[in-house]
Structure formats: C-alpha cells, structure tokens
C-alpha cells in the first residue's frame, strides 16, 4: 500500500508530556498538510511544508507546536507539554505538483491527553 | 473571508432517496472545490471534485452543482444507499495550497 502512512494510530499523553505524530506521503509526494480535527467538528488546517521548508504555517498554535519534513524521513508534528485541549485526531496529506489538486489523506493520529 | 459554511449539520434520508448538502464560500480566489467522505476511525477519502469553468460534475451517483454568481456548490447523492452512511465535508481552495473545509454534515440512509 503506497498510501500517506501515520503512526501512531493511537496516542495517550498525560498532561505535560511531549506527542510526537508521524506522516510519511506517498511515494513520489513532496508536499505534506497537516490537519486537525475536533470531535464532531471539521478539519483545520494546521501547517504545510515541503522538503525541509516550511511553507505556510498560519494555522499553528504559536507556543508548544512545531512540524518538520527533513530530507530524509517522515514528516514529524510535535507538540510540547500537551494539554486536554490538544486531544483531537490529526491528519497528514500529501500532494505532489505534478498531479494538482491530487490530496491524498492519512488515516490519522488520534491524540488523548490524560 | 476564508470560510465554507456548509448545512445541513446532520441529514437522514431513506434509503433509495436523494440525499443533498449545501456550501456556500467567500472567497472568490478559490479553484477547486472537492467533497470529501469519512467514516468513523478513517481519514477523509476524495469523492469528486469541481473547477469553477464548469457548473455541474456527474460520477455514478455522486453529482456536484456549482453555482459560481452564488458561490454555493452542492453535492447530490442519487438512490443513496446505506452505506453511503458518513460524514461528508466539502471544502475549497486556491492552487495546490491548504484546504478549508467546512463544518461536515452527518449523513444517515435508512432502510
């Protein structure tokens, strides 16, 4: 399955620990979007970067967020000193130029901050 | 100036039925305008999508209205049937940049 894998699937944090999500695109997809979902709400978008750019990163939380998408390896959305607010699911998709408009979404990371 | 509003929240509709969701955007610059389908524990699947050149798309049972004067599209599902049970997003955006989508409607086919 060459689809947008994210690990883990599940993810349990107590209050005040470190989360790290995990997204690796499809084969041959350099542009990464990450997303955030609320229960029962949509999906907001979080960040949008490319090979070891950030591009657009208007929806982050200024304080105790950060993503990257080094050279080499997955994409990586990290969130520092979680709070129960941080519990949602999180979306990575992928995109590749030359097939426009072609999102292709994870299956998610669901995030419980205990 | 970035929002998609979409309605109804939740719809339940006989199976055999049409099942029809509403969105309405502002902004103008936005390109592409897909539908997106997701089942409980899954990440949104692609289910059709429309350019602004063009005011209607038909796939299977799946047809798009686009009204560009309106600013409104809108997905209409022929003869739905259960397992058209999900939620649907729409959402919209400008080149290949980041999606808005709007709030999701719930969708339930009975039997």
């Known amino acids: 399955n060459a689809g947008v894998m994210q690990n883990p699937r599940h993810l349990v944090r107590r209050r005040g620990q470190e989360a790290r999500l995990r997204c690796s695109p499809m084969?041959?997809?350099?542009?990464v979007y990450w997303y955030r979902q609320l229960p029962e709400e949509g999906l907001k978008f979080m960040v949008y970067l490319q090979k070891e750019n950030i591009i657009d990163e208007s929806g982050m939380p200024k304080e105790r967020f950060s993503a990257e998408f080094p050279k080499e390896g997955p994409s990586i959305l990290r969130i520092q000193q979680v709070v129960r607010g941080d519990s949602a699911a999180y979306f990575c998709?992928?995109?590749?130029?030359?097939?426009?408009?072609?999102?292709?979404f994870g299956s998610g990371t669901r995030l419980t901050v205990v | 100036q970035q929002q998609v509003k979409q309605s109804p929240q939740s719809l339940i509709v006989q199976k055999g039925g049409i099942s029809i969701i509403n969105c309405a955007y502002e902004n103008t610059a936005f390109d592409y305008f897909p539908w997106y389908q997701q089942f409980p524990g899954k990440g949104p699947a692609l289910l059709i999508a429309?350019?602004?050149?063009?005011s209607e798309k038909k796939e299977g049972r799946f047809t798009i209205s686009f009204n560009k004067s309106a600013k409104q599209f809108s997905l209409h599902i022929m003869d739905s049937q259960p397992g058209d049970s999900a939620t649907y997003f729409c959402?919209?955006?400008?080149?290949?940049?980041?999606?808005?989508f709007g709030t999701g409607t719930r969708l339930t086919i009975i039997p």
């Open positions: 429309i350019r602004p050149d063009v």
């Open positions: 084969k041959g997809h350099s542009h």
């Open positions: 998709a992928s995109s590749s130029r030359t097939t426009n408009y072609g999102y292709t």
């Open positions: 959402a919209a955006t400008f080149g290949n940049e980041k999606l808005t």
